[in-house]
């Protein structure tokens, strides 16, 4: 099959890109060498909300926002971000990549990755100063992660570490916060204080956008679900678009009954 | 020693041996916490078929043009492992291994198939340089260090060693930052722009200059155990790149002089009577550097998750 073909087509009759959304993907297609893992997808972010991104394994969550961020080179498609195209808006993004993506016996402290998020502001040879310090002791306030400071990143526990990461968006004081499995592996006492921390920054007005797999926090957490199956398969409201008939469509009969009965009391 | 003794004979030697120490250990921390620490083992390797094709090209055995040479190759060497890396989506190491081998394979069937068995084109002194033999034969002792014409008489090895220390400093100050940020977590570095994949080839090509012209002064064998030593020692003394950085030229310019100092009265110390290899002695020492570190030093146990 030669998937440059039919991403090209399936480009052709995408929407029109909104001007204000934070995040416009259309037509997005993205391949590991034959096969699509992202295919002719369109998302529309709307500003000020929280949304999941569901699906199951394998289904190109974190391809997308990769793709989205020109980490990943899609076959086709295009991303705006608050109606520019990405290079211009790039100052008010924020991304937590995954956690284990890295090496975290890397020698550094746990200060050392928040001032990271200063690096645009910093610039090339600009010297790290007191402001910057106290701002990146404020951000590790935040995640209650202040006494940590000095602490080389491999003492930290997963949730810990989330949480640094979570500090390092929150230093780059973005207005698009994307987050890649910020729960995946934490404690709950983490995973607690991470939801506080990304509904703060809601209250404040930033669009927040999460890779999320569990299914039984979506409503609590979220107001928006984006379901991904390879193709989009459901986008809108928690009441909208997350229903028994959207997530047996995105996963294809492989939730028992039992979880989506579950599902529907907690959302009862 | 006499400054009379000392200048002449061990200066030069001992300066040359420290800067290519210092030189190849500086970008061999970032070469160690990127998993491209071989990089140093491929570099040296491909420098062969580079001499040759510019002996073959220039028809001389000279300095200059056999560096250009080395350089060249070891560019083309960096640009095809990553080629593979990419395109054939192989392993980093093997994508290494594959592509040394096969430049040095080409190297020794060039130099086989052309006519250069009337040149002495000496892999001995490929591999353990000749340190010794880079004295500054102008100096009379300490004064002369102030004195231009003695200067003049400088090996010239000592200048390129110089400028390729002060280049790798130059380039490690300048992209400290996107280097610690892309090294630490690619993903979030290109979130914000940074070139990633441009950054990993200057790092690599960075180390292959350094390498080339620590190579031309004191042979393969110090280069590759400087890119690893020194920075693998260091790493467990700390868990602070800065720091890291630091020891990692501490453990280099000790390995050097001690090296220098061990193989010209070591033997003599035990009763025999002829020095030993300066380059091997300084190899030597950094790896038995790096085992005290690895069997005292404060960071040893660490508990980091690893990289998947």
């Known amino acids: 099959m030669n998937v440059e073909l039919v991403a090209n087509k399936g480009e052709v009759p995408a929407a029109p890109l909104p001007a204000h959304s934070p995040l416009a993907i259309r037509g997005m297609t993205v391949s590991y060498g034959q096969k699509p893992v992202v295919f002719s997808v369109d998302m529309t ?213 039992g979880q989506i009965d579950q599902l529907e009391l907690a959302a009862g | ?72 190759a070891a560019v083309v060497a960096v640009l095809m492992i990553e080629a593979i890396r990419r395109l054939g989506n192989i392993e980093p190491g093997a994508a290494m291994g594959l592509t040394f081998t096969t430049l040095f394979a080409a190297g020794v069937l060039l130099l086989e198939q052309s006519d250069t068995s009337g040149v002495h084109l000496d892999v001995e002194h490929a591999l353990y340089g000749n340190l010794e033999s880079l004295i500054w034969l102008e100096a009379s002792g300490w004064a002369s260090v102030l004195d231009p014409v003695a200067l003049s008489g400088l090996p010239p090895e000592l200048g390129r060693v110089a400028v390729a220390t002060l280049g790798v400093m130059a380039f490690l100050w300048i992209a400290w930052r996107p280097l610690v940020v892309s090294t630490f977590d690619e993903g979030f570095a290109q979130s914000l722009g940074m070139h990633t994949t441009g950054l990993g080839i200057a790092v690599v090509i960075v180390s292959a200059l350094a390498a080339v012209a620590a190579f031309d002064a004191v042979g393969s064998i110090i280069v590759i155990a400087m890119f690893i030593c020194p920075p693998a020692a260091a790493r467990l003394m700390t868990n602070r790149l800065e720091v890291q950085i630091g020891w990692s030229v501490v453990f280099a310019v000790l390995s050097a002089v001690l090296g220098y100092v061990f193989a010209g009265y070591g033997p003599l110390w035990l009763g025999y009577d002829h020095a030993v290899s300066a380059a091997g002695m300084i190899a030597t020492v950094s790896g038995v550097i790096l085992a005290l570190a690895a069997g005292f030093a404060p960071h040893r146990h660490r508990s980091g998750a690893p990289a998947l």
């Open chain 1, 45 to 257: 972010v709307v500003e000020g909300s929280m949304t999941a991104i569901i699906g199951p394994n394998g289904a190109g969550k974190s391809t997308l926002l990769k793709a989205a961020l020109g980490i990943v080179t899609p076959l086709a498609g295009q991303a705006q971000v608050f109606g520019q195209p990405l290079k211009a808006a790039r100052h008010r993004i924020a991304y937590v990549p995954q956690r284990a993506s890295v090496d975290w016996d890397f020698p550094t402290r746990v200060i050392d990755v928040v001032l990271m998020g200063l690096s645009r502001e910093l610039g090339l040879l600009g010297r790290i100063r007191g402001h910057h310090k106290e701002k990146a002791l404020a951000c590790l306030a935040r995640v209650g992660m202040t006494d940590f400071a000095d602490r080389q990143i491999g003492q930290l526990s997963g949730g810990q570490q989330q949480r640094v990461f979570l500090a390092r968006a929150l230093a780059q004081n973005a207005d698009l916060y994307l987050l890649d499995e910020p729960f995946a592996g934490v404690d709950a006492a983490t995973e607690k204080a991470i939801i506080e921390v990304l509904k703060g920054l809601k209250s404040e007005g930033k669009t927040v956008v999460s890779v999320h797999h569990d299914l039984t926090t979506v409503r609590s957490y979220f107001d928006r679900v984006f379901l991904i199956n390879t193709r989009k398969m459901a986008e809108g409201s928690v009441t909208e678009a997350f229903t028994p008939e959207t997530l047996n469509q995105t996963y294809g009969g492989r939730l028992a009954t």
């Open chain 2, 1 to 72: 020693m006499s400054g009379e003794e000392f200048v002449p004979l061990s200066l030069t030697p001992l300066l040359i041996g420290i800067l290519a120490a210092v030189a190849c250990a500086l970008p061999g921390n970032f070469l160690l916490l990127r998993r491209q620490a071989l990089i140093g083992d491929a570099i040296s390797h491909v420098v062969l078929p580079g001499i040759v094709v510019a002996f073959l090209l220039t028809g001389i055995v000279a300095a200059v043009p056999m560096m250009l040479g080395a350089a060249g």
